[in-house]
DNA sequence: AGGTATTCACATGAAACTATTCTCTGAGTTAGG
DNA sequence: TAACTCAGAGAATAGTTTCATGTGAATACCTGT
C-alpha cells in the first residue's frame, strides 16, 4: 500500500464521524453514576455494612447472582460511597477489590495474601516464601495501626474451586489474631449452590449474611442498555428496535446485563468500521456472530500445545463420520505429536484435556457406553462448520503443520 | 424366554513426581584499604 | 574487611504420570420351561 493510500485511509477514518460519543461507557469496568434495577439489593447491603460507619465490624456478606446480574458494579459503587462517608466521619477504613479468577494474580492462596499486602503498598516476592511468613507479614501491617479493613472478594467459588476451602477458614480466622484491626469479607459468587458442598467449619465462620441478585428481565435491561446508549453514542444513531432487541438477546441468556452491553458496543463497533451511520438491527446480529466467532478463536488460540494437538487430532478425524471417540483421538492425537516433534502424552491426561476442551465449549462431549464395546466420550464440534476453516488455520500455524 | 454375570474401553480419582520460577542463606572469592 | 558471586536449599505452582478404582450396557452364559 502506497504512503497516499494509507493516508487516504487514516483521513476517511478521520472524517468519519464515529457513532460513539463515548465508548468507555459501554466496557464492562465502568462504574455508572446510578445503578438501576438494584435498589433492593443495595439497601440490604448497605444494612450490612453499615456498622462501618460506626466503626464497628459488620457481619461477613456473601453476594450471589448469576453474570451480569450487577454484583460487581453494586459493589464497587457501594464501597465508593462508603470510602466517602468514612472519610466524612474520620473512620479509618480499608476496601480491598479483588478478582479471584484473574491468572497469577489472586487465584492461589498465595497469591492472594500476597496482592493483599501489595494493596497496602508493600511489594513481597511473587514465590519462594512460605506461605505462613506471606500471612505474618499481613498480620503486621494490619495490625500496625487500627483500621477496619473491608476485603472483597470477586469470584470467590473460582478461588475455593482452584485451591480449596480452607483459604476461607485461614482468612476469617484472621480476626481472632488481631488486636488493633478488624476484617470483614464480602465474597461474590456466581454459582448459587457454592456453599453447599463447603467444610461447615467454613460455612459457619462466613456466611454471616447473604443477598441475592436475580436475573434482570428484558424490561430491565432496556431500561440498562437506553441509559448507557444515551452517554455512549451520539444522538440520533440508533436505530429502531435495536435496543430492545439486545435486551432480548441478553434476557434469553438468563438475564445477563453485561452481554448486552458487549453486545451493543461490538455492533457499534461494526458501524462505524462500515462507514455506516445508523446502528440497524443486522448489526446486532453480525455482532452476536463476531462475539462468538471471537472468542472460540481466542480461546482455541490460547490453549497449550498439547490441547492443540488433540484439537487438531480431532479436527482430522471429522471428515470421516460425525461421530468421534477417545480412542481414535488418542490415536490421530500420537500421530500428529510425531509430526510436529511433540512429546506425545497419556491417554489419562488427554481424557482430560478432552473434558477441558468440553468445559470451554469447544467440543460437544458426552460420555456413553457402547456395552461390551467399552465405556467413552462420543465428541462433536462445539462451534458452527462455517468456523472449521478458521480453527485449522490457527492450530496449524501454532502448531507449524498443514491440513490436507 | 428371561435373568444374571462378564467384559470392554475407557472415565474418574488420588497421590506422587517433575520442572520451573523465585527467594534466602552462607561459603568462597575478590578488590580495596 | 566489606562487597560480590554463586551454588544449594526450600517454596509455590502447573502440568503430568502412575496406580487404582469405577461404570453402563451389549453380549455371553445359564436356568428352567
Same mark, same amino acid.
Given at each position: 500500500?502506497?504512503?497516499?493510500?494509507?493516508?487516504?485511509?487514516?483521513? @476517511?477514518?478521520? $472524517?468519519?464521524?464515529?457513532?460513539?460519543?463515548?465508548?468507555?461507557?459501554?466496557? $464492562?469496568?465502568?462504574?455508572?453514576?446510578?445503578?438501576?434495577?438494584?435498589?433492593?439489593?443495595?439497601?440490604?447491603?448497605? /444494612?450490612?455494612?453499615?456498622?462501618?460507619?460506626?466503626?464497628?465490624?459488620?457481619?461477613?456478606?456473601?453476594?450471589?447472582? @448469576?453474570?451480569?446480574?450487577?454484583?460487581?458494579?453494586?459493589?464497587?459503587?457501594?464501597?465508593?460511597?462508603?470510602?466517602?462517608?468514612?472519610?466524612?466521619? /474520620?473512620?479509618?477504613?480499608?476496601?480491598?477489590?479483588?478478582?479471584?479468577?484473574?491468572?497469577?494474580?489472586?487465584?492461589?492462596?498465595?497469591?492472594?495474601?500476597?496482592?493483599?499486602?501489595?494493596?497496602?503498598?508493600?511489594?513481597?516476592?511473587?514465590? #519462594?516464601?512460605?506461605?505462613?511468613?506471606?500471612?505474618?507479614? +499481613?498480620?503486621?501491617?494490619?495490625?500496625?495501626?487500627?483500621?477496619?479493613?473491608?476485603?472483597?472478594?470477586?469470584?470467590?467459588?473460582?478461588?475455593?474451586?482452584?485451591?480449596?476451602?480452607?483459604?476461607?477458614?485461614?482468612?476469617?480466622?484472621?480476626?481472632?489474631?488481631?488486636?488493633?484491626?478488624?476484617?470483614?469479607?464480602?465474597?461474590? $459468587?456466581?454459582?448459587?449452590?457454592?456453599?453447599?458442598?463447603?467444610?461447615? %467449619?467454613?460455612?459457619?465462620?462466613?456466611?454471616?449474611?447473604?443477598?441475592?441478585?436475580?436475573?434482570?428481565?428484558?424490561?430491565?435491561?432496556?431500561?440498562?442498555?437506553?441509559?448507557?446508549?444515551?452517554?455512549? +453514542?451520539?444522538? #440520533?444513531?440508533?436505530?429502531?428496535?435495536?435496543?430492545?432487541?439486545?435486551?432480548?438477546?441478553?434476557? %434469553?441468556?438468563?438475564?445477563?446485563?453485561? %452481554?448486552?452491553?458487549?453486545?451493543?458496543?461490538?455492533?457499534?463497533?461494526?458501524?462505524?468500521? %462500515?462507514?455506516?451511520?445508523?446502528?440497524?438491527?443486522?448489526?446486532?446480529?453480525?455482532?452476536?456472530?463476531?462475539?462468538?466467532?471471537?472468542?472460540?478463536?481466542?480461546?482455541?488460540?490460547?490453549?497449550?500445545?498439547?490441547?492443540?494437538?488433540?484439537?487438531?487430532?480431532?479436527?482430522?478425524?471429522?471428515?470421516?463420520?460425525?461421530?468421534?471417540?477417545?480412542?481414535?483421538?488418542? /490415536?490421530?492425537?500420537?500421530?500428529?505429536?510425531?509430526?510436529?516433534?511433540?512429546?506425545?502424552?497419556?491417554?489419562?491426561?488427554?481424557?482430560?484435556?478432552?473434558?477441558?476442551?468440553?468445559?470451554?465449549?469447544?467440543?460437544?462431549?458426552?460420555?456413553?457406553? @457402547?456395552?461390551?464395546?467399552?465405556?467413552?466420550?462420543?465428541?462433536?464440534?462445539?462451534?458452527?462448520?462455517?468456523?472449521?476453516?478458521?480453527?485449522?488455520?490457527?492450530?496449524?500455524?501454532?502448531?507449524?503443520? $498443514?491440513? @490436507?
Amino acid at each position: 500500500m502506497s504512503q497516499k493510500e494509507l493516508k487516504k485511509y487514516f483521513e @476517511k477514518f478521520l $472524517s468519519n464521524q464515529s457513532i460513539f460519543s463515548n465508548k468507555s461507557v459501554l466496557q $464492562s469496568s465502568y462504574v455508572p453514576e446510578t445503578v438501576l434495577h438494584r435498589e433492593e439489593q443495595m439497601a440490604q447491603i448497605a /444494612e450490612i455494612l453499615g456498622p462501618i460507619l460506626r466503626t464497628e465490624k459488620p457481619s461477613n456478606l456473601f453476594i450471589y447472582g @448469576k453474570t451480569g446480574t450487577g454484583k460487581t458494579v453494586t459493589i464497587k459503587y457501594l464501597s465508593s460511597m462508603l470510602k466517602n462517608l468514612a472519610k466524612e466521619k /474520620e473512620v479509618s477504613l480499608k476496601i480491598i477489590y479483588l478478582n479471584c479468577k484473574l491468572k497469577k494474580i489472586a487465584d492461589t492462596e498465595y497469591r492472594l495474601v500476597a496482592q493483599l499486602i501489595r494493596q497496602f503498598g508493600k511489594s513481597v516476592p511473587s514465590t #519462594g516464601l512460605p506461605t505462613d511468613e506471606i500471612y505474618n507479614i +499481613f498480620y503486621r501491617l494490619v495490625d500496625h495501626t487500627k483500621i477496619l479493613l473491608l476485603i472483597v472478594l470477586d469470584e470467590v467459588d473460582q478461588l475455593v474451586k482452584k485451591a480449596g476451602d480452607e483459604i476461607l477458614y485461614n482468612l476469617t480466622r484472621i480476626n481472632t489474631e488481631l488486636t488493633n484491626s478488624q476484617i470483614c469479607f464480602v465474597g461474590i $459468587s456466581n454459582s448459587l449452590v457454592f456453599t453447599e458442598n463447603m467444610d461447615p %467449619r467454613v460455612k459457619s465462620s462466613l456466611n454471616e449474611e447473604e443477598v441475592v441478585f436475580p436475573p434482570y428481565n428484558a424490561i430491565q435491561i432496556q431500561d440498562i442498555l437506553r441509559k448507557r446508549a444515551k452517554d455512549a +453514542f451520539h444522538p #440520533g444513531t440508533m436505530g429502531q428496535g435495536v435496543l430492545e432487541k439486545c435486551a432480548a438477546y441478553a434476557a %434469553r441468556e438468563h438475564g445477563d446485563a453485561r %452481554r448486552a452491553l458487549e453486545l451493543l458496543r461490538v455492533a457499534g463497533e461494526i458501524v462505524e468500521r %462500515r462507514g455506516e451511520s445508523t446502528l440497524a438491527l443486522t448489526h446486532i446480529d453480525l455482532a452476536e456472530e463476531k462475539i462468538e466467532c471471537d472468542s472460540i478463536l481466542e480461546v482455541i488460540k490460547t490453549q497449550p500445545k498439547q490441547s492443540q494437538a488433540a484439537l487438531y487430532g480431532l479436527l482430522l478425524l471429522l471428515n470421516n463420520s460425525n461421530k468421534i471417540f477417545t480412542g481414535d483421538v488418542y /490415536e490421530k492425537y500420537r500421530e500428529t505429536c510425531a509430526k510436529v516433534d511433540l512429546r506425545p502424552l497419556t491417554q489419562r491426561r488427554i481424557s482430560d484435556i478432552l473434558a477441558e476442551l468440553d468445559m470451554l465449549g469447544i467440543i460437544n462431549a458426552n460420555v456413553i457406553s @457402547k456395552g461390551r464395546h467399552g465405556r467413552m466420550r462420543e465428541m462433536s464440534l462445539g462451534f458452527p462448520a462455517n468456523m472449521i476453516p478458521k480453527v485449522e488455520s490457527i492450530l496449524s500455524r501454532e502448531l507449524g503443520v $498443514s491440513f @490436507k
